[in-house]
C-alpha cells in the first residue's frame, strides 16, 4: 500500500493493526516508499503516527463492537488529536 491508497477510515480491524505493527519499526526507507514523495521533514515519525492513528481506531471499532461507546469516543478523541497533529503533505 502507498499513500494514495491509504484511507484508515475504511480499513478493516485487522488491516489497522498490520499497518500499526509494521509502521513502528520503520526505518526512512520504508516512510519514502509509502508517501513516494522525497526531502519530507519527520518523514519517519508521521508514518509511524499514522501507524499510532491505525491502532487507535482499530481500539476505537472493537470498544464499538463490544458496546463500550464511552471508550470508543476516547479512542476516537485520540485519532482526531493524531490527524490534527499531521502536516498538510499525510493527511487523506
Not at 13 to 41: R, V
Not at 42 to 71: E, Q
Request: net charge negative; glycine share 4%.
Amino acid at each position: 500500500m502507498t499513500f494514495s491508497e491509504f484511507n484508515p477510515d475504511a480499513m478493516e480491524i485487522s488491516d489497522l493493526e498490520q499497518f500499526w505493527a509494521d509502521s513502528q519499526s520503520a526505518t526512512y526507507p520504508q516512510a519514502y516508499d509509502f508517501f513516494m514523495m522525497d526531502g519530507l521533514s519527520g518523514i519517519t515519525k508521521v508514518f509511524r503516527n499514522l501507524g499510532n492513528y491505525c491502532s487507535n481506531k482499530a481500539a476505537a471499532m472493537r470498544c464499538r463492537l463490544d458496546g463500550d461507546i464511552p471508550k470508543a469516543l476516547d479512542y476516537e478523541r485520540i485519532c482526531d488529536d493524531i490527524y490534527e497533529s499531521l502536516p498538510h503533505w499525510a493527511i487523506w
